[in-house]
């Protein structure tokens, strides 16, 4: 039984340590108030909120509220908000949000990817109860190769003329076509 | 299912099928894969509007699953997904008692190569009144979940939900079964000896009648007669005498019960209630007399009317009885006129054994009406709780005085029924109930008369007023 419930809690753990760290790296160093801020706090409470959603992924739902008690029907209206939206679409948009407010860090943004991408795929194995080592196994090449692309993106961004005016839009169409040539040429 | 209480019991009942069918799956995009493409259209977006080269890169892996997935799971068209799957469902039983663990195997057959190259997981979704005891959620293509179900009534097991997953989790399929409805048994209670008339009817049976008959209990001697047995010459006696003396035996007889449960008024903790313990009451003595080949039938009077079932013999009897009591429950349902109950549901001269709060003051005139008409009857008092004290009255002269009348007034009903020569007893719900109807067991219950078949006064067609059940 313990080891049943290490094994479930594990991927939910990791899920909600790597939305707090995407979190803290997105919003690094803090610009202050404003819209930053805004973000940083959206962002903040969908890390929160899916967190939540994970930990309680196995309590079921009270059918009958009606004879229920203030207290439940409290724990059931939060139980029913905090499955309603999707917290992990809401908060990698936060993330993004917060990023393009810094200056450009092709770097650190390329981290950002990493760990974002990291984060949906925890989110996923702990939600499904899918084993972590199969479905990496199957999914490692293209993985190993969105890295790849990652850090291709990032050294683009050093390119001379790769920040403003007509050069940086040429960039990154540069990128996209590399992203869909990869995606066309990759094995499925 | 084993009956609790029953020493070394196993139920008759055959093991419960595997029931299968085809379930139609509904495929979907997955949520991981809503997830990326946000992430990855959100990238791209923001990569074109601020001319940020290193966002698009940071949405290369994301749109590199989506692309790769989407191309090997559905684009190359390898293998479509399956319209429909086949599930197997098979419960541990359809019948089981409060608190027995009881569990459901479900299987997913896919077609194709064996799992078909999807991942399955199973959820279990309880049903009212269903405790899961173990995982609610499994990630295989068979699954095991294990339940209890605390409080007797017929319950739906609740639904299973089945996920299915590609190779990349892209595509989510969907399955919902509707999970079979389960009859939760009331616990009977302990009883192993059984209240017996004085008068019983001249059908064979167990128990030893005060008239001689082929029995084998001894019950004296007397003078030979030609045409009596050899073997029942009493050979000490008739020398003793100096003439041939035989053997008498009482004859052996049964006797019809009719197990009465009153389910007008449940008050109490679910679980524990007057209505919980009435049914488990009448559950062991139906054993009880069943087991000494007694003939046992059951009434339940509710709002509405009442449901009954004739005596008759047997063990698969216990189990009818049970079914019948589970229809009972402290709300208004239609049932069989009280009035017109067939001589069937009530033979004369059968011993009823009603388990009542006595707190509806209709059943407590129908009992009265029932002893005036001769039948033998005995009252197991099952109500076991006084009226909730108001903590804003809790010390006021009212609510003493309101309590003080309340006690009276149940005094005075149990007073009334001993009166008439109605034995009322009292049970807690957990001693066995032979405790309070040793008394009774230990003689023959006095018989009266010969009941005629006629209505019991008391008990309305129509649906009662709430102040016709305030007593």
């Known amino acids: ?188 | 299912m084993a009956i609790p209480n029953e020493p070394g019991g196993q139920l008759a009942s055959a093991a419960s099928p595997v029931s299968r069918r085809d379930v139609e799956v509904r495929w979907r995009l997955s949520r991981h894969a809503r997830r990326l493409l946000t992430l990855a259209l959100a990238a791209m977006l923001l990569a074109v509007l601020n001319r940020r080269p290193e966002l698009a890169g940071l949405a290369a892996p994301a749109l590199l699953l989506l692309g790769v997935g989407g191309a090997g799971a559905g684009w190359a068209a390898r293998q479509r997904p399956p319209r429909a799957v086949l599930v197997a469902v098979r419960p541990s039983d359809r019948r089981l008692f409060e608190g027995e663990p009881a569990w459901i195997d479900l299987a997913v057959e896919l077609p194709g190569e064996p799992g078909g190259g999807y991942d399955a997981r199973w959820a279990f979704h309880p049903g009212r009144g269903i405790e899961p005891a173990s995982a609610t959620a499994v990630t295989a293509a068979v699954a095991r979940f294990e339940f209890t179900a605390p409080r007797w009534g017929r319950r739906q097991a609740g639904m299973a939900e089945l996920v299915l997953h590609d190779r990349w989790h892209l595509t989510g399929g969907q399955v919902s079964v509707t999970l079979p409805a389960l009859d939760c048994y009331p616990r009977p209670g302990v009883q192993q000896e059984t209240v017996v008339l004085s008068r019983l009817p001249n059908r064979l049976g167990e128990h030893p009648a005060r008239v001689p008959g082929e029995g084998a209990e001894f019950a004296g001697v007397r003078e030979y007669v030609p045409g009596d047995r050899q073997r029942q010459i009493n050979w000490p006696a008739s020398t003793r005498r100096g003439r041939l003396m035989v053997n008498t035996f009482a004859a052996e007889r049964s006797q019809d019960v009719v197990l009465l449960v009153d389910a007008t008024t449940d008050v109490g903790q679910p679980g524990s209630s007057a209505l919980d313990m009435g049914l488990r009451g009448a559950a062991a003595a139906a054993r009880a007399y069943l087991s000494r080949r007694d003939r046992v039938g059951v009434i339940t009077y509710q709002w509405g009317g009442a449901r009954w079932l004739a005596p008759s013999l047997g063990r698969r009897q216990v189990y009818k009885i049970i079914d019948t009591m589970l229809h009972a429950d402290a709300t208004w349902d239609r049932g069989a006129s009280f009035r017109r109950l067939p001589r069937a549901a009530l033979p004369p001269g059968s011993l009823v054994v009603a388990f009542s709060p006595l707190l509806d003051q209709r059943f407590v005139e129908a009992l009265r009406d029932m002893r005036e008409r001769g039948f033998s009857l005995i009252v197991v008092d099952v109500l076991n709780v006084t009226p909730p004290r108001r903590w804003s009255d809790a010390w006021s002269a009212t609510d003493r005085i309101a309590r003080r009348i309340w006690a009276m007034d149940q005094h005075a009903i149990r007073f009334a029924l001993r009166e008439l020569g109605v034995p009322v007893v009292h049970w807690d719900g957990v001693a066995p109930l032979d405790l309070p109807l040793a008394p009774y067991t230990r003689r023959a219950l006095l018989s009266h008369g010969g009941a005629t078949p006629r209505a019991p006064r008391g008990m309305p067609d129509e649906k009662p007023s709430i102040s016709g059940m305030q007593s």
């Open chain 1, 1 to 188: 039984m313990t080891g049943h419930l290490i094994s479930v809690a594990r991927p939910r753990i990791a899920a909600m340590a790597l939305g707090v760290a995407a979190a803290a790296w997105a919003a690094a160093p803090l610009l202050g108030s404003g819209w930053p801020g805004l973000a940083l706090a959206v962002a903040g409470c969908c890390v929160a909120a899916g967190s939540l959603r994970l930990a309680l992924q196995d309590v079921p739902e009270l059918e009958e509220a009606y004879f229920a008690s203030a207290p439940e029907r409290a724990v059931r209206a939060a139980l029913v908000i905090v499955r309603l939206l999707s917290w992990e679409e809401i908060g990698c948009v936060a993330l993004l949000w917060l990023e393009v407010m810094h200056p450009a860090r092709p770097w650190h943004t390329a981290v950002l990817g990493a760990l974002l991408v990291a984060w949906l795929l925890t989110v996923h194995i702990a939600e499904s109860g899918t084993r972590a080592a199969g479905l990496l196994r199957r999914q490692a090449k293209i993985v190993a190769a969105g890295a790849c692309l990652l850090a291709l993106g990032a050294a683009g961004a050093f390119l001379p003329g790769a920040t403003s005016g007509a050069g940086a839009a040429l960039h990154v169409l540069a990128a996209i076509a590399v992203i869909a040539a990869a995606v066309l040429v990759l094995p499925g």
